[in-house]
């Protein structure tokens, strides 16, 4: 059972912007900490970015820093990842997932509470 919902995929050139978004109608996502991860054919899940949802605090992993930018919309349930600067190596299914826990969301998100089914990210160069 899919408790979250991605969605913001698609197809763009290299140097070019999607917005993905994450959302729930089971419960409030200010109580969780939501992670977007990633995962190319014939690599292993990687963890993205996260936000907390109970102190905001953000993380990026390195190959996304100053072009991605995670953030929250409490009225609407939402969490975002704004993907700038496109590159061929952003291609990747993404996916999120809420935990009370950050503590997995660098990594391969072992043990999320809740994830949602993927959406596909396509960069071409």
């Known amino acids: 059972d899919v408790q979250l919902q991605a969605s913001g995929g698609g197809l763009v050139q290299a140097g070019g912007s999607l917005r993905l978004s994450c959302t729930t109608s089971?419960?409030?996502?200010?109580?969780?900490?939501v992670g977007w991860f990633r995962q190319a054919p014939g690599k292993e899940r990687e963890g993205v970015s996260y936000i907390n949802g109970r102190d905001g605090a953000t993380w990026y992993v390195d190959s996304v820093k100053g072009r991605f930018t995670i953030s929250s919309d409490n009225a609407k349930n939402t969490v975002y990842l704004e993907m700038n600067s496109l590159k061929p190596e952003d291609t990747a299914v993404y996916y999120c997932?809420?935990?009370?826990?950050?503590?997995?969301?660098?990594?391969?998100?072992?043990?999320?509470?809740?994830w949602g089914k993927g959406t596909q990210v396509t960069v071409s160069s």
């Open positions: 089971r419960f409030t996502l200010d109580d969780y900490a």
């Open positions: 997932a809420a935990d009370p826990s950050t503590a997995t969301m660098r990594g391969i998100g072992d043990g999320m509470d809740y």
